[in-house]
Nanobody
Framework: QVQLVESGGGSVQAGGSLRLSCRAS????????MAWFRQAPGKEREGVAA???????TYADSVKGRFTISRDNVKKTLYLQMNSLKPEDTAMYYC?????????????????????WGQGTQVTVSS
């Protein structure tokens, strides 16, 4: 059973930065696809960024140029560096893992592709 534990959330003012981490445990390998999603109150969950095991990335248009997704396959840890934060970035952020040993074609932020999810870490950006 894969377990994902996020950390690094908090409250910042607009223009500030935060770095989220997500550590995976319960498996011996680092999955092909990992991703960050977020959900704000009253809104649907949306994909933020995804990364494959080779480091190829995909971003939502709303975060391009501000957020950077990365991973450490040895530590089985996923990161999200968030800069120039805006109030509209306020949400619960979740990491997700597709559980695949290998893959091809890149990774995307379609929720159905991921079978393990963390409990989330809250990010609040004030104006």
């Amino acid at each position: 059973q894969v377990q994902l534990v996020e950390s690094g959330g908090g409250s910042v003012q607009a223009g500030g930065s935060l770095r989220l981490s997500c550590r995976a445990s319960g498996k011996s390998y680092s999955s092909y696809c990992m991703a960050w999603f977020r959900q704000a109150p009253g809104k649907e969950r949306e994909g933020v960024a995804a990364i494959d095991s080779d480091g190829s990335t995909t971003y939502a248009d709303s975060v391009k140029g501000r957020f950077t997704i990365s991973r450490d396959n040895v530590k089985k840890t996923l990161y999200l560096q968030m800069n120039s934060l805006k109030p509209e970035d306020t949400a619960m952020y979740y990491c997700a893992d597709d559980g695949a040993i290998s893959g091809s074609g890149g990774c995307y932020t379609e929720a159905f592709e991921y079978d393990s999810w963390g409990q989330g870490t809250q990010v609040t950006v004030s104006s």
